[in-house]
């Protein structure tokens, strides 16, 4: 089976630097996915690691180490905007498993 | 072209109603699927097709049907669903295995 773990929820205020972390039991791996989800919105592509290091998007980072099933998503500089629930995701061959997604506030 | 497409947005049937979800995406992907997010929830996997065969089937309760007429095109036809199916249907294409574009969905109420 497999099991996605993240934090259900973080605040942090404008400006700042935010870490989601993701650690995963899956019984195949092929890589490690972000989605952002605004409320009312579909799921949007943020990041993707396959390989253990660090992934730079602009403002957004990703970061996987295959070895200890975990990885963590990166925002720096922090808008307004980036308020939404962010979900890491497991692909296994045509397989993907969503955890339950981080509530991300940002506050003035 | 590189969005995804659902139709309808919206969507409110009864429980003995027939119904079609459409799907239409113009990237050229080969992998399409179909997920069911909840309010507050991660979308759940339904179906996977893989150039335009079935490729996985998560259990799901043969009142949810699934088809892939073409590379471009997902239908999931709806019949006899419970209120509890009331959700979010996402459609997602993906070029390979590591990344997914997801369409608007479409918020199916089931009275």
């Known amino acids: 089976g497999q099991s996605l773990e993240q934090p259900s929820e973080v605040t942090a205020v404008e400006g700042a630097i935010v870490q989601i972390n993701c650690t995963y039991q899956t019984s195949g791996f092929y890589g490690l996915s972000w989605y952002q989800q605004h409320d009312g919105g579909a799921p949007t592509f943020l990041s993707y690691?396959?390989?253990?290091g660090l992934e730079e998007t602009g403002r957004f980072s990703s970061f996987l180490s295959r070895s200890d099933s975990y990885g963590y998503l990166l925002l720096q500089e922090l808008q307004m905007k980036d308020s939404a629930s962010y979900f890491c995701?497991?692909?296994?061959?045509?397989?993907?498993?969503f955890g339950a997604g981080t509530r991300l506030t940002v506050k003035p | 072209d590189t969005e995804v497409t659902q139709t309808p947005k919206h969507l409110v049937m009864g429980m003995t109603n027939k119904k079609s979800l459409k799907c239409e995406q113009h990237m050229g992907h080969r992998a399409m699927y179909w997920y069911k997010q909840k309010a507050k929830k991660p979308p759940e996997l339904m179906f996977v097709?893989?150039?335009?065969?079935?490729?996985i089937n998560e259990s799901v309760p043969s009142r949810f049907s699934p088809e892939c007429p073409n590379s471009s095109l997902l239908n999931l036809h709806l019949h006899a669903l419970q209120p509890e199916d009331s959700a979010l249907y996402l459609c997602?294409?993906?070029?390979?295995?590591?990344?997914?574009?997801f369409g608007p969905g479409t918020r199916l109420t089931v009275l």
């Open positions: 997602a294409s993906s070029p390979r295995d590591n990344t997914q574009y």
């Open positions: 097709y893989s150039y335009e065969k079935l490729s």
């Open positions: 995701a497991v692909t296994d061959n045509n397989d993907m498993r």
């Open positions: 690691n396959a390989l253990d």
